[in-house]
Every structure is written in structure tokens, then in C-alpha cells.
């Protein structure tokens, strides 16, 4: 199972967010790029980075950071917030990501992103499904839907989609542990799908049952922070 460390960014600055509450947020480094070569030193080879200004104004903001950490680390970067267009999409790829997150638009129009994964390949895109009580959240997790995620995800991977990461907001920042039960009915239905556990890992321990229920990835964020979880700790269960 990969470790994927997340760097939420507001304003340029590295920050986290309790499920997904814009007034509830702590600045953890003024400098993203740090952050970044840290967890290159650790040995960590892929991140998470996220556009918290660009989810919540629906267009992408802060690819200048994105563009830093691709162009001084060697880190694979998936990136996601606000892309709601074409030109979003591209500034996200020539700025050097990897992959772009997608989850608002894959629910607004349906039709854009089918268009987006002809054109620049499925195996270029994350599909993000944030949920609430199994439903999913769009926009930064600021507009709930009445999708449910088992629907959501197995549309999407008809599609050609190769690889989800799931988020559960009420599990989001708290430290409480993921929702190892929803990842689990989720693997029930869809056996030999690549998805990726995001929110509420404290621990190694949570990390152990994640990878033992079949996820393919852990999205590892406040708890890095928090030094709940060492990036010493990251490298021996990579």
C-alpha cells in the first residue's frame, strides 16, 4: 500500500482543514516546497496536493506552488481543487502534475470529463469521492449531493477510471481513525479496483487495516502534522 502525504494549500501556505471547514484551519508551514522535500527525504515518492482556494472558488489558484514542487522534487503530484474546465485542466498538467484530481466536475458534467479522459488518457486522472454518510460532497465539500458513492464510483470506472481515493468528511482531521467499514463495502463491490483511503489515519495501526482491507494507497495528512505518525515510521511501512 503507497503512502500518500497531503499538502493542503490556502493562500500559498500548507494548512489542514477539520472536515473540510474553511473557519477551522491551521497553518502548519508558510512554505509548501518544504514540506515537499521532507517527505522526498523520507522517501516517500508521491504526494497529494490540494487547492483549497481553488475548491472553494471553482477554478484553480495556486498552480505556482504546484509548478515549484514539480519542477524541485522529484515527487509524483496529483493535484486537485477548482479544475472545472480545459484551461484549468492544462495549467494543471503543464505546470507538472502527474495526475489531476477530479471529483466536482465528474458530477456537474459528466460529458466534459468522459471528453477530458479521451482526449488525455484515463490513467492521467484521480477521481475523487468525498462523502457524507455515503453520499457525495462536491466543491470543496461545501455542496452535497444525493449520489450515492457505490453508484458514483462504479459509473466512473466504466469509464476507464483506473484509480478513486475516497474521503469521509465526518472522519476528516479528527484523528479518529479512517472508515475502514466504507472502504470495505466498497472493495466488496469492486474487488479489483485501485482505491485510496483519505481521512482520519492516526496512526500506523490505522495504516495496518487499510492495507489489510485491500486499499491500494493511504491519503496521510493531520496526522503527519501532528507528529502522531513519523515520517521515520512512513519510510519503515513503505
Excluded at 503512502?3 to 490556502?10: K, V, Y
Excluded at 509548501?32 to 477554478?59: C, N, Q, T, Y
Amino acid at each position: 500500500m503507497q503512502i500518500i502525504p497531503a499538502i493542503d494549500i490556502i493562500n500559498g501556505k500548507c494548512v489542514r482543514l477539520t472536515q473540510g471547514d474553511y473557519t477551522r484551519q491551521t497553518i502548519y508551514n508558510e512554505d509548501p516546497l518544504e514540506v515537499a522535500l521532507r517527505f522526498e527525504e523520507a522517501g516517500l515518492s508521491r504526494i497529494h496536493l490540494v487547492d483549497l482556494d481553488g475548491a472553494r472558488d471553482k477554478r484553480v489558484r495556486n498552480w505556482k506552488v504546484l509548478e515549484s514542487l514539480a519542477s524541485r522534487t522529484g515527487l509524483a503530484i496529483d493535484f486537485g481543487g477548482g479544475i472545472t474546465s480545459e484551461e484549468d485542466l492544462r495549467v494543471v498538467f503543464d505546470s507538472g502534475a502527474m495526475y489531476a484530481t477530479i471529483g466536482s466536475i465528474a458530477v456537474k458534467n459528466e460529458f466534459e470529463f468522459g471528453k477530458w479522459l479521451l482526449i488525455h488518457g484515463a490513467g492521467r486522472f484521480l477521481l475523487g469521492a468525498d462523502v457524507r454518510d455515503e453520499k457525495i460532497a462536491i466543491h470543496g465539500w461545501t455542496e452535497d449531493t444525493q449520489i450515492d458513492v457505490i453508484d458514483f464510483i462504479g459509473s466512473n470506472l466504466a469509464k476507464g477510471v483506473s484509480q478513486v481515493f475516497c474521503t469521509d468528511i465526518s472522519k476528516d482531521g479528527k484523528l479518529e481513525g479512517p472508515s475502514t467499514p466504507l472502504y470495505k463495502k466498497i472493495l466488496d463491490k469492486y474487488p479489483t479496483m485501485n482505491l485510496i483511503a483519505s481521512g482520519g489515519v492516526s496512526s500506523l495501526r490505522d495504516l495496518e487495516l487499510l492495507r489489510d482491507t485491500g486499499c491500494s494507497g493511504a491519503i496521510v495528512g493531520k496526522a503527519i502534522y501532528e507528529n502522531k505518525i513519523s515520517l521515520k515510521q512512513l519510510r519503515s511501512f513503505n
